[in-house]
């Protein structure tokens, strides 16, 4: 097909959308199944996510845990490798969190526990993800399957310092002790509080704008540096970049790094930001939904952000619906996520080859009419 | 001694009997999809959904056989949207598995709560619902009066239900449908090298197709099993707990062949019946031995193993790779 002539915003704008309608459409169908008008559901879902500004604070708190994990699957994307161990990174991570806001909360001001956190979450995340870089660029063992296997690891290496390490004498349940107060990010509310504006108490905290800033450091860095053009270059051809100098292994560990890194930052936001003290399987599949928002965000940081935020208005949304209808459980939500996951993902180019054609129909006929005209 | 030898032998690899059970039937199921160059990551949602299926299909019509005729059904549709997405429009197979699992997820949940208004459980089956266990003939006596040995066929052998059996009876089946029949021949070619296969006037499309359907049967015995023909007796959310990605790992550690696999999964399920064992049991000189960390040796192992640090694991060599005809 003479891809020339369809111009790019049919493969960025249009096919995407149609997938995401698909997603919608048959998610509806699943409404309508379990009796729930699916124009009611989604009016109940978008007053309990933007109807109120304790809804805005929830939608935009959950946006911020998908804008780290949607971040780290897209820039190990972009290098062609597949980081199905978000999930599990994120929750190392937490365990770098907790460490140091447990050692040195009562030791250290707020300021200086600050950029230890993200020290440490970045750190953690990172080096959950280095390993299976390493045995990927050293050892040929597929990424997918290690990571995969590194998140079960995490569970268990995390489900034993829950319980025999962090765990208070006292209590029964598996957590660890609450925080110091100087190793929390500042909720939101407070924040605006302080300049005068009144909000709502949410868990809304700072670390959305550091989710945002983020977001522009990966644009810029992935298309804006020699490294990020590198790793761009051997995710678009291993061999053609590898003929050009460029390092597989180094590049193949730098990505998963980074991509590690970003999921670390999850833990800045549940943990320092809301929950502030660390709990038996905390990142609840944030991890695994960043490959969600990573697919629908068509890898891109502005996406991503859209994305996220779309899915922060899908869980809140979600729970409301829940507790408006009592027979709807909120795990419909998940089945939304598996329906985008899979028209975006996985049947991407389903519909592509129709819309081209329709789209060239569509021209070509006014091509002929232009002609005729001429003649 | 005599106790001790029951209860930390014989009581450990009877629980290994019925915990690698599904892991080898899902073992299988994965084999026959991965030998003919599908990655399948989707077997945890397989198992999901076909032990939800049996559980509800033995619970509306209070047969266990429907029971694993609706799994089975169920997991070949769940295999067919695996295969349209990856065969037919190429997608990728790593991402429809992922959309697979996430889907299942959520989707037996709100059956589950829709149909049976129990919180996403089924209701607890009796009698023909479920599969009993079967009694060998004198299994009672000789444990009784045989020592040592008398409990190994009393107790590890006898009585299970004939879904066990079933299970286990699959894998001399597949091994010999995989190496000693044309079809196997076949699947294989195709996962290694499908442009021949091609050029032989084979459809690749329509191998894997039926590698699909194959592995779609398998999962739905393997669902069945762990819904309805072990010691449970009904579905629960997310009652999988993560047995499709071991199955996986014991696949890999298998080498991707039948016999082995089932060895990777025998190992597995022993670790998983001593943990349980082991769960808060001092042992002198030691003190409790953290559970965890027997619950990872499995992972630990397949990365292991993966990297190449003990023998080699290579995958069939089309794995993951979607045909197109055209060359480019």
């Keep these: ?375 | 001694m005599l106790d001790f030898w029951f209860s930390w032998v014989i009581l450990p690899l009877d629980s290994m009997m019925r915990l690698s059970t599904p892991l080898v039937l899902l073992a299988l199921a994965g084999m026959f999809s991965e030998r003919s160059g599908v990655v399948n990551i989707a077997l945890e949602g397989k198992l999901l959904a076909a032990a939800f299926a049996s559980a509800s299909a033995a619970a509306v019509t209070g047969s266990a056989w429907i029971g694993l005729l609706a799994a089975i059904a169920t997991t070949i549709m769940v295999a067919m949207l695996h295969g349209f997405a990856t065969i037919t429009h190429k997608g990728d197979q790593i991402v429809s598995g992922m959309a697979i699992n996430i889907l299942v997820a959520g989707i037996t949940v709100i059956l589950g709560r829709l149909w049976f208004n129990q919180g996403g459980q089924t209701p607890n089956l009796r009698g023909d619902a479920r599969f009993q266990g079967i009694d060998f003939p004198g299994a009672a006596w000789i444990q009784e009066n045989v020592p040592f040995v008398g409990s190994v066929y009393g107790e590890i052998l006898s009585g299970h239900s004939v879904m066990l059996y079933l299970a286990y009876l699959m894998v001399p089946i597949s091994w010999y449908v995989l190496f000693h029949t044309r079809f196997g021949l076949r699947l294989r070619a195709v996962g290694e090298n499908p442009a021949a296969v091609d050029t032989a006037g084979i459809s690749v499309v329509a191998m894997r197709y039926k590698a699909l359907v194959v592995c779609g049967i398998l999962a739905g015995f393997a669902g069945t099993y762990l819904a309805i023909g072990g010691n449970t007796a009904q579905f629960m959310p997310n009652m999988s707990a993560g047995k499709g990605y071991i199955a996986l790992a014991a696949l890999i550690f298998g080498k991707w062949r039948p016999v082995q696999a089932m060895m990777g999964c025998f190992l597995f399920g022993l670790l998983e019946a001593y943990a349980i064992r082991l769960q808060g049991v001092e042992i002198m000189g030691i003190g409790t031995v953290p559970v965890q960390f027997i619950e990872m040796v499995p992972y630990v192992l397949t990365v292991v193993l993966l990297a190449g640090f003990i023998g080699r694991a290579n995958p069939p060599k089309s794995v993951g790779v979607p045909y197109s005809k055209e060359r480019e």
């Design chain 1, 1 to 375: 097909m003479s891809s020339q002539r369809i111009p790019g915003w049919i493969n960025y704008a249009v096919v995407p959308l149609a997938n995401i309608l698909m997603a919608f459409f048959v998610s509806a169908l699943v409404f309508v199944y379990v009796g729930v008008d699916p124009i009611d559901a989604a009016k109940v879902m978008w007053e309990g996510a933007f109807g109120y500004s304790e809804g805005w604070g929830y939608t935009l708190y959950y946006a911020t845990g998908f804008i780290f994990t949607g971040l780290a699957v897209s820039i190990a994307f972009h290098c062609q490798l597949f980081n199905i161990g978000g999930e599990g990174q994120a929750y190392f991570a937490g365990l770098g969190v907790a460490l140091v806001s447990l050692y040195l909360g009562d030791v250290l001001p707020f300021w200086l526990m600050m950029p230890l956190l993200i020290i440490a979450a970045g750190l953690f995340g990172a080096g959950w993800a280095f390993i299976p870089a390493y045995l990927q660029a050293k050892r040929g063992s597929h990424i997918v399957i290690t990571t995969i296997m590194f998140n079960f690891i995490a569970a268990s290496i995390m489900a034993y310092f829950l319980v025999e390490v962090l765990k208070p004498p006292m209590s029964m349940a598996p957590e660890s002790a609450v925080f110091p107060v100087s190793s929390w990010i500042p909720k939101m509310h407070d924040f605006l509080g302080a300049f005068g504006y009144e909000m709502t108490a949410t868990p809304l905290n700072l670390t959305f704008i550091f989710g945002l800033i983020c977001a522009v450091l990966v644009w810029f860095f992935l298309w804006n540096t020699r490294w990020g053009y590198e790793i761009r270059a051997q995710g678009f051809n291993p061999s053609a970049a590898k003929y050009a100098g460029i390092d597989p292994i180094k590049i193949t560990l730098l990505t998963m790094a980074v991509s590690g890194m970003l999921a670390g930052f999850f833990a800045l936001n549940t943990l320092s930001g809301d929950m502030h003290q660390l709990k038996l399987n905390y990142v609840a599949g944030f991890g695994f939904t960043g490959i969600a928002v990573s697919l629908m965000g068509r890898n891109h940081p502005v996406g991503i952000v859209l994305a996220s935020i779309l899915f922060g208005f899908l869980y809140q949304g979600g729970a409301e619906l829940a507790f408006e209808f009592p027979g709807i459980d909120s795990k419909i939500i998940v089945v939304l996520q598996g329906l985008i996951i899979l028209f975006s993902g996985a049947l991407e180019y389903m519909f592509k080859p129709s819309i081209e054609k329709l789209y060239l129909k569509a021209t070509g006929w006014r091509a002929d009419k232009e002609e005729a005209q001429n003649a």
